[in-house]
């Protein structure tokens, strides 16, 4: 009996383990999906029909946004898109177990100077740990390519604009798509938390890590991280920074001196090895790892603007 119920135990254990994340879909998306299908057709006999790029990128934003919904993703952390009509987008990628609310200023800041702008919800972000915990870092990926091809239909150049993983997850982009400029701030390779390293056996004793934040922060982060997730996140740092002798793209790295989350020697390691003769390193006199939001973000916005524009 006792070696049932512990077999019993083990079964569900490592059932709970291998949940897979699903797509939240119902009739309507479905009716969306064929819809942006049936634009992808009517685009090919006319690609240069502004009106029907306008409407793919519109679709594939709705899509998205109409899937956030489902997911219950509160409004604060929804991707968001604003078309400018402009030849320029900027797609911006928030972090690890963040939300767009982490880029939501600057990306308002960015269409006020008349650029395109897509804030990218990765998947299983913005909902509960538990979603988050069903994810492989390809989904996190696929929501990302999603936005750029949204981007891709109404501009010519695309900048990506990645805030820690969501930096990695643009270098990432740059390695297989046409991409004008990265702006990585606090791309991860080594943690300071040493944890991370372990998290490939960790995950099947201790599900998540507790983090500290601030009242204000809880709800555009969760405050418990899965073990699960951080693995995911190692192995596509791995991916990532294997391929990085490959990337040729124009590149700006922005990294704190005393970033309390990241080895501040990432970004040496970073620009090191890429390929691109167009590359620039920039630290902080901070502890702040999300720059978009310390008390440097106007400067750091500033930098931001400068690059793309002397790029576009």
Not at 15 to 39: H, W
Not at 192 to 217: H, I, N, S, T, V
Request: glycine share 6%.
């Amino acid at each position: 009996m006792k070696k049932l119920l512990l077999l019993t135990v083990l079964i569900l254990f490592f059932t709970g383990c291998s949940q897979r994340y699903a797509v939240t879909d119902n009739e309507e998306t479905s009716e969306m999906l064929n819809k942006i299908t049936s634009l992808k057709n009517d685009i090919k006999l006319s690609p240069a029909d502004i009106n029907l790029r306008n409407q793919i990128a519109s679709e594939i934003y709705n899509l998205d946004l109409e899937r956030a919904k489902l997911a219950k993703v509160k409004d604060y952390n929804q991707p968001f898109f604003i078309n400018s009509n402009s030849n320029a987008s900027v797609l911006l990628i928030h972090g690890f177990t963040a939300s767009p609310w982490e880029v939501k200023e600057l990306g308002e800041r960015l269409a006020e100077k008349g650029y395109n702008v897509y804030g990218v919800l990765l998947a299983g972000h913005g909902t509960d740990r538990s979603e988050l915990r069903k994810t492989k870092w390809q989904d996190w990926y696929n929501s990302v390519k999603k936005a750029y091809e949204a981007l891709s239909y109404i501009s010519d150049k695309v900048f990506v604009v990645g805030v820690s993983t969501g930096g990695s997850l643009g270098l990432l982009l740059a390695e297989e798509y046409k991409i004008d400029g990265v702006v990585c701030m606090a791309c991860p390779i080594n943690f300071k938390d040493k944890r991370a390293g372990l998290a490939p056996l960790m995950k099947y004793f201790y599900w998540y890590q507790k983090r500290e934040l601030k009242d204000e922060e809880k709800q555009y982060y969760y405050e418990y991280r899965p073990m699960a997730s951080i693995d995911q996140l190692g192995q596509m740092i791995n991916i990532f920074y294997e391929a990085l002798s490959k990337l040729n793209t124009p590149i700006l790295l922005l990294q704190s001196r005393q970033d309390q989350t990241i080895d501040t020697e990432n970004a040496k390691l970073i620009y090191n090895k890429i390929n691109s003769t167009d590359k620039q390193k920039i630290y902080f006199e901070t502890d702040n790892h999300v720059l978009t939001k310390g008390e440097n973000k106007d400067e750091v916005f500033n930098l931001v603007f400068g690059f793309i524009d002397a790029r576009n």
